[in-house]
């Protein structure tokens, strides 16, 4: 089954204590992507990768590092996290170019204390 | 700045009650129109892309159509199992993707 998938689904931790959230896909998809949902913003991308090795920033990228070393994979981490990242956060892929049919991850709720 | 806006921020139905969602855009440059659907709890899926004025893609009770300023969803005869957040996305064309903050729609049998 195609799917994007990501963990922790939950997480609850304290300000300062590094984390990361996992995402992987099974679809060969060369393009992914992190956002976060917040209520009244909407999604937001954080950080992007059109393939291995290549990444960019989103629209909201402080705090955050990404990286891809393997086409299937593109963790996000919070090396500091601070209240202000407490929110809904979505993985996704898409094959096609120009971010065309995206399928997204089921999403990791963090609450930073 | 680029922005993408929908409206109305919510919409309640009866069954079978035909409306449409609408989307609105201002941006440097337009590579693409997306809409999703997203139900409470999981992530955002995959509906239509709109590439240029004119065009429609259709999906059972939905049809979506581009106009240069906006695009519409228009949802015929909705069913109680439509009842979910539609989004609107936008490529801008410098790799960079804007989304709406959607319209909850909920339909009542």
């Known amino acids: 089954e195609a799917q994007v998938t990501q963990n922790p689904r939950y997480l609850i931790t304290v300000t300062g204590k590094k984390l990361t959230v996992t995402c992987s896909q099974n679809m060969n998809h060369e393009y992914m992507s992190w956002y976060r949902q917040d209520p009244g913003l909407g999604l937001r991308q954080i950080y992007y990768s059109m393939n291995v090795e290549v990444t960019d920033k989103g629209d909201v990228p402080e705090g955050y590092k990404v990286s891809r070393k393997e086409k299937r994979n593109f963790p996000l981490i919070l090396e500091s996290p601070s209240p202000n990242q407490t929110s809904l956060y979505f993985c996704a892929s898409s094959l096609g170019t120009d971010w065309d049919e995206q399928y997204f991850g089921p999403g990791t709720r963090l609450t930073v204390t | 700045e680029d922005q993408v806006t929908q409206s109305p921020e919510a919409l309640r139905l009866q069954e079978g009650e035909s409306s449409s969602l609408n989307c609105s855009y201002t941006?440097?440059?337009?590579?693409?129109l997306f809409w999703y659907r997203q139900d409470p709890g999981k992530g955002p899926e995959f509906l239509f892309t709109l590439y240029s004025a004119g065009e429609e893609k259709e999906k059972e009770r939905l049809k979506a159509t581009l106009t240069k300023k906006e695009s519409f969803l228009h949802i015929t005869a909705p069913k109680p199992e439509d009842s979910a957040t539609y989004l609107c996305?936008?490529?801008?064309?410098?790799?960079?993707?804007?989304f709406g903050t959607g319209t909850r729609l909920l339909v009542s049998p």
């Open positions: 941006v440097s440059g337009l590579r693409g």
């Open positions: 996305a936008v490529n801008t064309g410098f790799q960079k993707l804007v």
